[in-house]
């Protein structure tokens, strides 16, 4: 290959007789190699691999971007549903809405940003962001939320670096949705001491784009002829090794480089101009494809287009807009340069498009060097090649970028949880509700997302606080909404990963049924340690199943009999310092629909005199609850969930809602009823002079049982008149439904125990406790 | 007469122009997004303007600084000066502020300084309780002095203040507050989150002289279907939600 004899290559022949040796030389600059991937690079080529091909292979091989753990093992979840348009695979995943959207279609991804958040968490969290709406943004979208799932280390006994990171990741994300414009439509927190090193930073977008007008990340049809057209900021050096920095542990040394920068103001800027090439697309009827740049930067982006085409391409390196300092091939390659889209589009419109960006959105005054440029070609030869001056960096066939990779990983599952060791302790129950909304956990959230902006766009009709899930129109003049809502709880994952994992699938659905949507997609993001422990992978195959099961089980309310489908997610490993891994972490996002929004339920309570109805499951179980972990120091497995009915919970309560029987619900999760119970009298009740008056005796089961049990249930707010109609439903889906009280005139809960006594909290006493976490750390100094 | 035609002016990092245009169309108004590469000139053949929300120009230097220099600001405040109504919403109204077009005739003498509130600092959104005041303010000419309106707010530097001691006193004792923010009963109220952002004499609003040029921290745009209001808001107006929703409107 006489093009390459004016660069040395990575490694020679020779060297690679000792592949070991030559991937730790390769990682001492950054590039991520394994030995079994050093030789099967020289088979590929047919010869040494220059830098720039070592490096495009370390990333599209690393664990981040090829999922070379675990792929083989992500078939087990069920994709396929009447609703998908785009399962996973793409950078996001499409599902069809119902009348009166049938012409609009649902967009939705998931991503994670852990180790930059840990390290720099403002950055690390804002580019965990930009990102993700990228994602949604690349398939023709009109991005309309996003939400994020934390776990942070535990703010006391982690000490002010704990503290630093949620404060700067709060940030971040404010930051950087508030600029863009995109409404921030809730998400959840958990702080352990588990995740002191390793927290997680999942965030998840929402968007909306014409069903006939989804564009995908390919090459389209035909025969063009096409170019690759790159557009956003000028290539620089930012986040170079990006994807190998999240493919291993988190190391000593300065891995700061590898951050990337955030500019949602560029990316407002990119997004309006984006929509303006959208709509000229369509107008015209020109086909096109189009990919944000992630991982691996140019280089991955144009070779996934090109392969997923089934064509080839030729890259000039020379035309990319880039800063003035010098850069070698491989960063200007493989650099990871945030706010960057590239299309792929007919020659003939290129360059319109490109005066959309440049003339009409003076990206250059925007953003100095910010651009759109004509940076390479489609070839029908299955090549992909990347020049640079004179010499050729990169020339390998397209089979070899689509190879993948799979390696066979060990496993190990864990054995059952131990029971919860029976206990007749039982502190104060007054006051353990109080320390219980006083604890990091139970405690309002409020304090949090009042950073956010969740009411930009102006289609917000449940926000954060208000519901069991947020509710956004999809049309301005239309009804449908969608509700969003995220589940999974590490404690009960760490103790049984296969049942906490179902569990966080019917939470994340139970929440979106309780504000009366129909659960529709549903999106994951596997948080877990190091694959080559075979502890973790047992875990991690153990919460596949989970999820699966449960997802078969919960989607019969949008088609009977169909699963609830995962239409895009992601894996994120390497969540671990030393022996210490994250606990199994499953992070489940579910969207459901709602077709006319003015049936939305909330969870504060409407009108004095009104019921209270529990259903679900009885109260006969404290195992996995937070009342046995923080008060009586004990642990053991989850809660039972019988699949079955749940699923007969949730369509109770998207038909209770549909028929108007219902005007608030909440379910009974962290903290059990007594939890509940506060949190629907805290809420909008208060400023309207109402409260709860309920009476426990009908769950006849002592009071610990009764108020902190967390087996799965709905409390609802149900209108005497509509009551018998209600109880008709509930008994024909075989649930049990206690009568527990009425909504009162007098602000706060009290409650008449099945003992006789009767417990008192006011308003304020309610609301004290729970303010009190969040505010105290973002104010607390020092230790 | 054909329908009067607003420009929502979209500097480069405002965010909230399309709902804004929804909003004028809903109250009967043809509105069009004017993008800042266009000549300057054809905002002149405008009826009316309206600066957005968001992040114009990055919020390089102060919120609304840069934007405030732009020469479509020149030409906003030729065509104030001859009457033509301009509203600016939050980051709108502090380009207006940063040009001294609010409270107009002397230069700039107001700021939207960073929200002073309890335990926490930054960026905040709530839904707040509204007064409309005595004022020449063209925007709030159709509702009579005293009617209560919640609405949304979202900002980090929201803070009505002058740098001369009484000024803002001064402007509310000549009408140019057309909204204040006031607790859930009406009352005046200095006490967060009432008053979200610490602004003197809870201005929520100021405007000029002539009552043409307003700008205004809450984000109406963002409040235009009663069934989307926050359950957090109480009294008449949730009666009037619930009847809606009842009804399914």
Redesign the interface.
Known sequence: MSAFTGLAPAYTREEARDPAAVARGLAVRGVALEPDEVTLLLELLGRPPSWAEAVLFGILWSEHCSYKSTRHLLHRLPTRAPQVLVGPGEDAGVVALPPPCEDLALVLAHESHNHPSQLLPVEGAATGVGGIVRDVGCMGAEVVGVLDALRFGHPREGGVPARDIVRGVV?GI?DYG????VPNLGGDVTFDRRFDANCLVNVMAVGIAPRDGILRSRVPEGNGPWVFVLVGKPTDESGFGGAAFASGELGEGDQRGAVQIPD??LK??LH?ANAEVFRRLREQGIAAGFKDLGAGGVACATSELAAAGGRGAEIALDELHRVARPLPAEVLLCAETQERYCWVLPEAFAAEACEIYN????LE??YPGAAARVIGRVQEERRYRVTWQTETVVDCPVEAITAGRRVQRPARRRPPAAALPPTTARPDPHRALLTLLAGFNVGSRE?L??????????R????PG??DATVV?VH?ERRLGVALAVGGNPYWCASDPELGARHAVAEAARNVACVGARPWALTDCLNFGHPEEPAVMGDLAASLEGLAVAAEALGGLANHGEPLPFVSGNVSLYNQTGAQAVPPSPIVLCAGVVR???TVV???L?RVGDFLVLVGEPRDQLTGSVYARELLGLEGGPPSLDLAHEAALQDLAVLAAEG?WVTAAHDVSDGGLAVTLAEMSM??AP???LGIEADLGVLETETGLALFSERPAIVFEVAPERAPVFFQRARERSLLAWPIGTVSARPGLRTLLPGGESLIWSAEELNTAAAAAL?DL??EVGT | MSVPCVAVV?F??V??E??SV??LRRAGLDAEIF?W?RSPGELRGFQGYLLP???S??DRVRAGALAAKDPLVEILAAEAERGKPVLGICNGAQVLVEAGLVPGGGGVELALARNRMP??S?????WVWVRIEPSPCLFTRGLSAGTLIPL?V?HGEGRFTSSTPGRMASLAAAGQVPLRYVA?DGTPSEAFPDNPNGAEVGAAAVCNGRGNVLALMP?P??A??L??M?????GPW?ERR?R???G??
Request: proline share 4%.
């Open positions: 940030q404010a508030n600029a863009l414009g949602p103001f407002r800027v309006v003339r009409d959105f003076a005054v925007v304090y997302f009042r950073h956010y902006d969740s009411e930009v766009q102006g917000t009709w449940l926000r208000e519901g129109r301005p006319d929004v003015t909330a969870q504060s409407k108007r809420g909008g400023a309207r002079g505010r973002w104010n | 979209q480069p990092g965010n909230c399309a709902e929804r909003a993008r590469t929300g968001g992040f120009y990055q335990d926490r930054g960026y905040y959104t709530r949304p979202a859930a984000h745009e963002r235009q279907d069934g989307g926050a359950r957090s808001i109480g949730a619930d809606a929703l009842a399914g409107d």
